[in-house]
């Protein structure tokens, strides 16, 4: 399973939140009037033990019904206020936020199209799934609610405080007693939490990839009958999991433990001293009350906080995670305008070499010194033992990787120094598994050229031999499962191989597409594949000699580097290796047919 390789960056929660401010900033207006409204809809809870006091030290000791009825109706209001104003906030912050997921979503995948086949060989799929699913989720739920109310909380315990100390500076100063030890152990806790809340994300994205492989690869599951053992290797990763949540559980009771009880010990001591102090003539009742009111109205805004840091945590994770991503340079575009006018000279490999990104430093080139000319017209089949660099040979001509040595041309122009459209346009490409989406038949063909007209699409599907189509209950308009998996391998092969010829593209790239046909298809494909092979300028990685017998000339790839060209009888006269090759192929044939 491919891993992530990017090392996460030790950025602290604020830094890593910052990040978001490209995205928050369209909505800025609408998040800080939801912070504002959620303000005063907070502070107005503090106004409560004031309209108690009045009412106590007033109408309650005058005996004024009258007074005490108006109070009542005060209090109502101010209820009532609070709870406006707070469904304010949620509809001034719901939609915009769901605009921000989307946008940061629609960003993540847009990029993850332009990133080199390289950085996808690397990250395992759902590593990158739970990063536009899970991650993104928590950050818009970040942003809606922990974001404005650590805000609010701040407002509100800053005002409240100044409110208790004028009532009592003496009983305020106890309050305030626990807030150094509680700032030392939120910070304590936000450095263990850290931790472990990104161990937590990676293995959701673990077991996401775990999931995505065994939906993909049912059929394998099924027909060795390895959904057992599937299950115990899910049911270990999700054990590890939960392992991982309930530390995380552990934490943040922990914290809020103490985040509860100390300030409920020193409003017990605030309690004890009050009351004292009203048996001793010093505060009146009413302030008394007001006191421990303000300071019970207190007491959520203090509680939420460990739970606010925690998710405001698990949000800084999400982002950092979301922006490993974000920030892997894309592929480059360095189209020049000064490159030569195109030749005739067909495809050139000058003293190619190239090594795989992640391959270990000292390990030889998996292709070293490639010097091959295709001439223009010509079809040149590349031959060569398993492993020996074919499929990776014929991936440098449409870029899929760089080159990390030598130049390869195409008519005269270095790839390098074509755009990525032109590239596109002069070169099609089709691989020895051929992938489909789920599209109809038809667009999964026109993704060869987007330009193609119908009857470019129906000279294609006869070039490929794929008119089996037109017998598909919707004909090209018929929807193809995911990954074609609704169709044979041999039709998924043709429609792959109509996707590449539609567009008619000078340059052919085609890594043994004829694999997956049975013998009298793979005839029929190869005599319409003839005549396309005869205007264009191809290279076809073949096993078989059928295939071979396509081309004009072959080389012979060994050990990534050209050790042979020639024709197939030539190199079959000479070389041993080629020899070797087309007989063995000739054995699985005959095998294969028996
Ligand atoms: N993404 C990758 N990262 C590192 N090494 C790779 C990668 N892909 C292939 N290789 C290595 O490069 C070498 C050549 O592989 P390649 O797929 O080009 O061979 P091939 O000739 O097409 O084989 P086959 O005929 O079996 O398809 C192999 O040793 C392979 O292990």
């Known amino acids: 399973m491919p891993r992530t390789d990017a090392p996460p960056k030790d950025l602290s929660a604020v830094r890593s939140l910052m990040r978001l401010w490209p995205y928050v900033r369209p909505v800025r207006t609408r998040l800080a009037s939801a912070a504002f409204v959620a303000v005063v809809a907070s502070c107005l809870g503090l106004v409560f033990p004031l309209v108690l006091k009045w009412i106590v030290d007033g109408p309650v000791a005058d005996r004024d019904t009258g007074g005490v009825w108006l109070g009542a109706f005060m209090l109502l209001g101010l209820g009532i206020a609070e709870a406006v104003l707070f469904g304010l906030r949620r509809w001034l912050v719901a939609r915009p936020l769901a605009g921000v997921e989307a946008a940061m979503r629609t960003d993540l995948y847009r990029h993850l199209q332009r990133l080199p086949v390289a950085f996808h060989d690397r990250w395992a799929s759902g590593q990158l799934l739970s990063r536009g699913t899970t991650d993104l989720m928590l950050l818009r739920m970040f942003l809606a609610f922990p974001l404005t109310f650590l805000l609010v909380n701040a407002v509100t315990i800053l005002a409240g405080f100044i409110i208790l100390l004028q009532q009592q500076w003496s009983l305020g100063l106890v309050l305030l007693a626990p807030v150094v030890p509680l700032v030392i152990l939120c910070s304590l806790f936000e450095t263990k939490y850290s931790k472990i809340t990104r161990l937590s994300q990676d293995q959701v994205g673990d077991l996401t990839t775990v999931v995505e492989e065994s939906v993909l690869g049912i059929r394998i599951i099924k027909g060795f009958g390895r959904h057992r053992s599937q299950a115990r290797a899910f049911r270990e990763l999700s054990q590890k999991l939960r392992g991982t949540e309930l530390y995380k559980a552990r934490l943040l009771a922990s914290i809020w433990a103490l985040i509860m009880t100390l300030p409920e010990v020193a409003i017990g001591a605030a309690l004890v001293l009050g009351t004292v102090q009203v048996a001793d003539g010093g505060l009146s009742a009413g302030t008394l009350v007001a ?304």
Do not use: C
């Open 291 to 594: 006191f421990l009111s303000t300071a019970l109205a207190l007491r959520w805004p203090v509680e939420s906080i460990g739970f606010l840091i925690a998710i405001s945590q698990d949000a800084a994770t999400a982002t950092t995670r979301y922006f490993e991503v974000l920030d892997v340079a894309e592929e480059t575009d360095t189209a020049t305008t000064g490159e030569a006018a195109p030749d005739s000279s067909g495809l050139v490999f000058d003293g190619v070499e190239f090594h795989y990104p992640d391959a270990a430093p000292d390990a030889p080139p998996v292709l070293a010194r490639i010097d091959l000319h295709i001439r223009s017209g010509e079809t040149m089949a590349l031959v060569g033992a398993t492993g020996s660099g074919k499929t990776t040979l014929t991936a440098l001509v449409p870029r899929l990787h760089e080159i990390t040595g030598g130049r390869i041309t195409l008519d005269g122009q270095d790839i390098t120094l074509l755009s990525r459209e032109q590239l596109r346009e002069l070169v099609s490409v089709a691989f020895e598994e051929p992938t489909l989406f789920s599209a109809s038949v038809g667009e999964n063909v026109l993704m060869g050229d987007a330009g193609a007209d119908d009857e470019a699409l129906r000279r294609a599907l006869s070039v490929a031999q794929a008119e089996f189509v037109h017998g598909l209950p919707a004909g090209t308009s018929t929807q193809v499962g995911e990954q074609g998996l609704s169709l044979s391998g041999g039709q998924r092969q043709r429609l792959a191989l109509a996707r590449a010829v539609v567009g008619q593209p000078r340059f052919l790239v085609l890594d043994d597409p004829l694999s997956a046909l049975d013998v009298h298809t793979e005839a029929l494909v190869e005599a319409a594949l003839r005549q396309v092979l005869e205007s264009t300028t191809a290279l076809v990685v073949a096993h078989r000699p059928s295939t071979v017998m396509l081309a004009d000339r072959v080389a012979l790839l060994s050990e990534g580097r050209i050790t042979a060209v020639g024709t197939h009888h030539e190199l079959l006269r000479s070389n041993a290796e080629y020899a070797w090759l087309m007989s063995g192929a000739d054995a699985n044939a005959v095998e294969e047919n028996a």
